[in-house]
């Protein structure tokens, strides 16, 4: 599957049915799975078989929808996770710990920002957030000796900023460290950011992927190309003996799965964020689809984003598929084939005006949601990002003014319609 088309492994990528088994993904709706032989059970356990024993670490219908991510994103290994919050957290989680630092763009959604700067905080974890948008030199600046990982998101949820993956990259390994990406908002059909040189990507499963506003998900993928062997000080979790698990060395004994094994082993054990079968099985559904969803959202963001841009309203509009765009010209080199279907926008009157045409919008829905097939709408300052102060909007490229309207699978005319009689309705 790995060298198929993408939109071959959306269809069929993961589940592999054999003779007389389901032609679809079945549902393992089982907490557990039976062995014949007790000796066998504490091979399992003892990681010495693969198989599954306990829904909580690994389930067959999840782990054929990690298959497909994994495919689609072009890694060697991926898990599932409960939420894109889980994702994150343990794919950072896994290399770091009390004393470790972490170098993160700024530009990233509000959730990941509290993960780091606030909860990950808690546990002795320090972040750095840096704008992405500086010099190489200034970047430098942000390591430590005690940075572990590198953090930034492909197209930044809601600021639109798109990450020079390749300067991270180079930044990243330079100092002996991974770069982490949370892919969200390009999905694997508009940038595969193992190509470019990041390590590990993340996903918010609950945006593009599902696409259906069904399911809360995350995943994790492993591009199997971080050596952790030669940096072997710095991430003694993946590279001395897990006294947990009968000294097990991660990076000796599983190689190139070494990270998604220590994450599933160790972290998915002891914090148990996994996903539902019922939840993956939703999920494949949208998979199913996402390589016809994704230009969609895209086609339709760019007829919206041209359309906001010719309007005397609009004081501003940020779509990276704009030729105007600071980051058209990253675009163009990351996402050739179009970016996501979100665009943020601000309108003469401010804040106050981006209530008043919200409030008369009748497609678009007010929701706490983006990458939904139905167009939604959200006010950043006063929703997602609500807990940041006006500073820390700022940093995290929101400006109070600014709209997130995520341009959803209907007609472009009619999205286009609603939009224009929203901003005549909101006039003063
Ligand atoms: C939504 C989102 C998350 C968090 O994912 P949940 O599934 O809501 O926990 C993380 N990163 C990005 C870029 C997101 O858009």
Not at 47 to 72: H, M, W
Request: aromatic residues 8%; charged residues 20%.
């Amino acid at each position: 599957m790995q060298n198929m088309s993408p939109d071959t492994i959306c269809i069929q990528g993961g589940w592999q049915p054999g003779n007389g088994e389901a032609r679809i993904l079945p549902i393992y709706q089982s907490t557990t799975f039976k062995y014949s032989t007790s000796e066998y059970m504490g091979k399992l356990f003892d990681l010495e078989e693969a198989g599954y024993f306990y829904s909580r670490l690994q389930n067959p219908t999840c782990d054929a929808v990690a298959a497909k991510i994994c495919a689609l994103e072009g890694g060697v290994a991926a898990m599932l996770t409960s939420s894109g919050q889980a994702a994150n957290f343990l794919a950072l989680f896994n290399i770091c710990e009390a004393g470790s630092h972490i170098v993160s763009s700024a530009t990233i959604y509000g959730g990941s920002t509290n993960l780091m700067a606030v909860t990950m905080k808690k546990m002795g974890i320090q972040v750095t957030l840096v704008d992405p948008d500086a010099s190489e030199e200034e970047l430098e600046k942000a390591f430590r000796p005690n940075t572990r990982a590198v953090f930034g998101e492909t197209i930044a949820n809601p600021s639109l900023v798109v990450l020079d993956i390749e300067k991270f990259a180079r930044l990243a390994h330079k100092h002996g460290v991974p770069l982490i990406v949370d892919n969200t908002f390009a999905t694997p059909i508009n940038c595969r950011p193992f190509q470019w040189g990041a390590d590990i990507v993340t996903h918010s499963t609950t945006k593009y992927m599902d696409g259906h506003a069904a399911t809360v998900g995350g995943c994790i993928v492993d591009s199997g190309n971080f050596d952790w062997m030669a940096h072997r000080e710095l991430f003694p979790g993946l590279t001395t003996p897990d006294e947990s698990y009968h000294g097990i060395v991660y990076a000796e004994k599983f190689g190139k799965l070494a990270y998604i094994e220590k994450a599933t082993a160790q972290l998915m054990r002891d914090l148990g964020t996994c996903q539902s079968p019922m939840n993956a099985f939703l999920l494949n559904l949208g998979l199913e689809a996402l390589h016809l969803r994704v230009p969609r959202h895209c086609e339709n963001a760019q007829k919206v984003a041209e359309h906001l841009a010719s309007l005397p309203e609009v004081a501003w509009v940020n779509y990276p598929g704009l030729p105007g765009s600071k980051y058209h010209e990253l675009a163009q080199k990351y996402l050739p084939n179009g970016s996501c279907g979100v665009i943020s926008f601000g309108l003469k009157g401010g804040r106050e005006r981006a209530s008043r045409f919200m409030d008369q919008l009748k497609l678009g829905a007010i929701v706490t949601h983006v990458a939904d097939a139905r167009t939604s709408v959200l006010h950043p300052a006063s929703h997602t990002h609500r807990q940041l102060t006006d500073e820390q909007l700022v940093e995290a490229g929101v400006q109070p003014e600014m709209i997130r309207f995520s341009v959803g699978l209907e007609a472009a005319e009619d999205i286009i319609a609603d939009i224009d009689q929203a901003i005549a309705a909101s006039k003063e």
